[in-house]
């Protein structure tokens, strides 16, 4: 969960308080899904969140994993470099 958090917190910097304003959002939904990035609005933003809820909640499982993963080979990269 805490991953999803991480990045939503880091795609909406600046935005937090109105995510469907920040480009990177806009950028990532136009990406995924085709739509123009410029066309993108609050209601439009939501109504692809809604839609793809199920998606997007493997994308953020996903994207925990492999911050799992980041994590894992910094630990291993710590102990070697105490040896």
């Not at 909640?57 to 630990?75: C, H, P, S, V």
């Amino acid at each position: 969960m805490m991953g999803a958090v991480r990045f939503l917190w880091n795609i909406t910097r600046g935005h937090r308080l109105r995510p469907w304003r920040s480009e990177l959002l806009k950028w990532r939904i136009e990406t995924y899904s085709g739509i123009p990035a410029e066309t993108l609005d609050r209601r439009a933003v939501m109504d692809f969140l809604w839609h793809e809820r199920k998606g997007l909640k493997r994308f953020l499982a996903w994207t925990n994993e492999m911050d799992g993963y980041r994590r894992q080979a910094i630990r291993a990269q710590h102990h070697q470099e105490q040896r």
